[in-house]
């Protein structure tokens, strides 16, 4: 089972148009990080939410932390190619006793010229 | 300000030999965490080391895998006897101190390990 479910998996959309990628999850997160990969990269951290209802811009990109901490939203304001890749969400959390920072699936984004 | 090292970036390996990654954390940090990714996918925690010691191994399967992280020199994961299921792409990060803490993860840029 995925602790943390990201939503839609794949995203094809035309440039100049809008989107939000979604991070669900039951369990309470301490912060919450948003990473994009390139193909045959590392993941590179965009940000990192910590309060809940927390809001951080980066450009065009728009990041939310939940009010409880469950769950956190990504917007981009007028998607460009250069935004194509894979995001991920990370969220760090205790389980059974050791400190973790559980991955979402990843949503593949494609911006379409 | 060298960002997190792994080496090598493609290793191809036949069944039943070894795989031997490498890593460097970031400077100063002293946390390094193993990641594996197949593709389409996120990443999959594996283990999880300081200097000397294994802190969380509850990812990395208990036969075959194995991980250190001496006083001296990178952090190594090591594979014996892989099979065509191992390959995927690993990834290293490290970070300054623990996630709980508010500590930042930093990602290599990983390697590709190809199982013929």
């Not at chain 1, 760090?92 to 984004?109: C, D, E, N, S």
């Not at chain 2, 970036?9 to 890593?23: I, K, M, N, P, S």
């Not at chain 2, 892989?82 to 101190?97: N, P, T």
Request: net charge positive; with cysteine.
């Amino acid at each position: 089972t995925q602790l943390l479910e990201q939503s839609p998996q794949f995203l094809s959309i035309q440039e100049g148009e809008n989107l939000t990628v979604y991070c669900n999850s039951s369990s309470v997160f301490s912060s919450l990080q948003w990473y994009r990969q390139e193909p045959g990269e590392g993941p590179v951290l965009l940000v990192t939410v910590v309060t809940g209802g927390e809001v951080k811009k980066l450009k065009r990109l728009t990041f939310q932390f939940g009010d409880a901490r469950k769950d956190s939203s990504l917007h981009i304001t007028a998607a460009q190619p250069g935004d194509t890749g894979l995001y991920l969400c990370a969220g760090a959390l205790m389980i059974q006793g050791a400190q973790k920072l559980v991955f979402g699936q990843g949503t593949r984004l494609t911006i379409n010229p | 300000n060298a960002g997190v090292m792994q080496n090598p970036r493609h290793l191809v390996r036949r069944r039943g030999q070894e795989a031997r990654l490498r890593c460097s954390p970031m400077k100063g940090h002293s946390h390094v965490y193993w990641y594996r990714q197949l593709p389409e996918e996120g990443l999959k925690f594996m283990v999880y080391l300081q200097k000397e010691n294994i802190i969380d191994e509850s990812g990395m399967p208990k036969e075959r895998f194995s991980a250190e992280f001496p006083k001296e020199g990178p952090s190594i994961l090591r594979i014996q006897q892989v099979v065509r299921g191992d390959s995927a792409a690993y990834f290293c990060a490290s970070s300054l101190g623990q996630v709980l803490a508010g500590n930042e993860q930093f990602f290599g840029p990983g390697t590709r390990l190809t199982v013929l």
